[in-house]
């Protein structure tokens, strides 16, 4: 067993980040998990996917796994449904595609997300108008602590917006091995949600299908986000706050431009990006393109903060902080983070 002691981080998280970790391995399988966690039974550990939805902020004392698992299965399927099991492993993104190139429906407009299957439910990802929890049939884990099998169905994730009993109850308790897909043979187009019929026609786009819905989601995403490649950073910061209807329309009376979208239970929610861009530290009058050190806040989604080259992670955690606050003293609506700081 070949073991990487003072590893350094920095290619294994999309904001770049040189975290080192004190232990540091790759798994590929159940076993060779097991192995590991027997190994480092006395240290904590820490389950990375493609390290997309994380801000290390300081060296991890531990041992990081990094979830190699792969594997895309068809597990069995009906008259409507195909089920196919997948890897933890394996890239959300080119398991998309695998989809698409199958004609199982349901997932194209998750595409372009970053990041691993196994990570997929942990936030219940979502863009699109589409979330995770729509397709998603099951997902077996393994307990850290007991080394024992768990099989969670929809109702045991709790899923919410952003959101699953992974990021509350169960955080860093449980690596996921495996997760399964409940796909439509039969496609429920989704295009109502943000520019994509605008795309589709100017895709010239005649008869619709997944793979040109998948497209024009790839095309609007290239050209809105910024790739972590180019510019470090893992998407959106912060979740879109939710608000009663009351504090919704109090905030609209002071500001009519507010941009909020209302939500089938009488809640509303606000577009954190809008309240971020009326903000700003003191010597500025927006947060929108802010830049402190290697620090920022991207200059088109303020939603997204960046790190220019060598921002440490505690740079990055203090400018969210810094924003956090000043939103809450303008509209008295506290943001909540959506990436996970470790
Ligand atoms: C440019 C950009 C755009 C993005 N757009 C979106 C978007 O549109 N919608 C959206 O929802 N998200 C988006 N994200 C966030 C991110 O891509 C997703 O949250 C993704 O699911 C994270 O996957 P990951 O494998 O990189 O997870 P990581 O960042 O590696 O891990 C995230 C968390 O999950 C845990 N984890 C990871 N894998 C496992 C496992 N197998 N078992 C147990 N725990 C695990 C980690 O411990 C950590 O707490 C975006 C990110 C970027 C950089």
């Given at each position: 067993m070949?073991?990487?002691?003072?590893?350094?981080?920095?290619?294994?998280?999309?904001?770049?980040?040189?975290?080192?970790?004190?232990?540091?391995?790759?798994?590929?399988?159940?076993?060779?998990?097991?192995?590991?966690?027997?190994?480092?039974?006395?240290y904590?550990?820490f389950?990375?996917?493609?390290?997309?939805?994380?801000l290390?902020?300081?060296?991890?004392s531990?041992?990081?796994?990094?979830?190699?698992?792969k594997?895309?299965?068809?597990?069995?399927?009906?008259?409507?449904?195909?089920?196919?099991?997948?890897?933890?492993?394996?890239n959300?993104?080119e398991?998309?595609l695998?989809?698409?190139?199958?004609?199982?429906?349901?997932?194209?407009?998750?595409?372009?997300?970053?990041?691993?299957v196994?990570?997929?439910?942990?936030?219940?990802?979502?863009?699109?108008?589409?979330?995770?929890d729509?397709?998603?049939?099951?997902?077996?884990?393994?307990?850290?602590?007991?080394?024992?099998?768990?099989?969670?169905?929809?109702?045991?994730?709790?899923f919410?917006?952003?959101?699953?009993v992974?990021?509350?109850?169960?955080?860093?308790d449980f690596?996921i091995?495996?997760?399964t897909?409940q796909?439509?043979?039969?496609?429920?187009?989704?295009?109502?949600?943000?520019?994509?019929?605008?795309?589709?026609?100017?895709?010239?786009?005649?008869e619709?299908s997944?793979?040109?819905?998948?497209?024009?989601?790839?095309?609007?995403?290239?050209?809105?986000?910024p790739?972590p490649?180019?510019?470090?950073?893992?998407?959106?910061?912060?979740?879109?706050?939710?608000?009663?209807?009351?504090?919704?329309?109090e905030?609209?009376?002071?500001?009519?431009?507010?941009?909020?979208?209302?939500?089938?239970?009488?809640?509303?929610?606000?577009?954190a990006?809008?309240?971020?861009e009326?903000?700003?530290?003191?010597?500025?009058?927006?947060?929108k393109?802010?830049?402190?050190?290697?620090?920022?806040?991207?200059?088109?989604?303020?939603l997204?903060?960046?790190?220019?080259?060598?921002?440490?992670?505690?740079?990055?955690y203090?400018?969210?902080?810094?924003?956090?606050l000043?939103?809450?003293?303008?509209?008295?609506?506290?943001?909540?983070?959506?990436?996970?700081?470790?």
């Amino acid at each position: 067993m070949e073991i990487h002691e003072n590893f350094s981080l920095k290619h294994y998280n999309t904001f770049s980040i040189d975290a080192k970790a004190r232990f540091f391995n790759e798994f590929s399988s159940k076993e060779e998990l097991e192995e590991y966690l027997m190994f480092y039974a006395e240290y904590p550990i820490f389950i990375l996917g493609g390290g997309s939805n994380i801000l290390f902020t300081e060296d991890y004392s531990g041992a990081v796994l990094k979830n190699s698992i792969k594997g895309i299965e068809l597990q069995h399927e009906d008259s409507d449904y195909v089920y196919v099991k997948v890897g933890a492993g394996e890239n959300w993104h080119e398991f998309v595609l695998h989809c698409i190139n199958h004609n199982w429906a349901g997932v194209e407009n998750l595409s372009l997300i970053p990041g691993n299957v196994g990570a997929s439910p942990i936030q219940n990802i979502g863009a699109y108008g589409v979330e995770l929890d729509e397709v998603f049939w099951s997902l077996e884990a393994l307990h850290i602590g007991e080394r024992r099998i768990h099989t969670f169905t929809p109702v045991d994730c709790e899923f919410g917006y952003r959101d699953s009993v992974f990021k509350n109850r169960y955080k860093n308790d449980f690596a996921i091995l495996s997760v399964t897909f409940q796909l439509k043979k039969r496609p429920v187009f989704h295009t109502s949600y943000g520019a994509i019929t605008e795309e589709l026609e100017k895709m010239g786009v005649k008869e619709l299908s997944i793979k040109a819905i998948s497209q024009a989601v790839i095309n609007i995403r290239s050209s809105k986000l910024p790739d972590p490649k180019t510019i470090p950073n893992a998407g959106s910061f912060f979740k879109n706050p939710e608000v009663p209807a009351e504090k919704y329309e109090e905030l609209r009376s002071k500001f009519q431009d507010i941009v909020a979208y209302p939500l089938a239970k009488g809640t509303v929610k606000l577009a954190a990006g809008w309240l971020i861009e009326q903000c700003g530290p003191p010597e500025a009058v927006t947060w929108k393109g802010y830049r402190k050190g290697d620090a920022g806040c991207h200059a088109k989604q303020a939603l997204v903060l960046v790190n220019y080259g060598n921002a440490e992670g505690e740079e990055i955690y203090d400018l969210s902080e810094k924003i956090l606050l000043s939103v809450n003293e303008k509209f008295g609506v506290m943001l909540e983070r959506e990436v996970n700081i470790v």
